[in-house]
């Protein structure tokens, strides 16, 4: 079993910029691959970014590219969503997961969830 915890949620104006970081608990951290990914109201939840094992590999959806940026401290048993530029429509409530084989963007073969943070992003 693995315990993620997300934080650095918050309201932010449209240009401006957020770190979220996600704490994982539970089991040996380096042995998850991790991705973020968001569920605005009225919405799927969609895909965000995705970090491999060692951290030395990674993908972004195609909205987000250029501007966030995942990393991931193995020794510290966190990854991160360092978010730049945020746009209105980057509001939604943020999550980070954890799945133990593979990697990459489907939210389905993810194993473990946090509770989610809210990032509001004003105009």
């Known amino acids: 079993q693995v315990q ?3 934080s650095g949620g918050g309201l932010v104006q ?3 910029s957020l770190r ?8 040996t951290f380096s ?3 991790m991705g973020w990914f968001r569920q605005a109201p009225g919405k799927e939840r969609e895909f965000v970014a995705a970090i491999n094992r060692s951290g030395g590999m990674t993908l972004y959806a195609d909205g987000v590219k250029g501007r966030f940026t995942i990393s ?10 360092q978010m730049n530029s945020l746009k209105p429509e980057d509001t ?15 939210y389905r ?3 473990y969830w946090g509770q989610g943070t809210q990032v509001t992003v004003s105009s």
Do not use: F, P
């Open 4 to 6: 993620l915890v997300e």
């Open 14 to 16: 449209a240009g401006g």
């Open 20 to 27: 979220l970081s996600c704490a994982a608990s539970g089991r």
């Open 31 to 33: 042995n998850y691959a």
């Open 72 to 81: 991931r401290d193995n020794a510290k048993n966190t990854v991160y969503l």
């Open 92 to 106: 939604a409530v943020y999550y980070c997961a954890a799945r133990r084989t593979g990697w990459g963007h489907s």
């Open 109 to 111: 073969e993810y194993d």
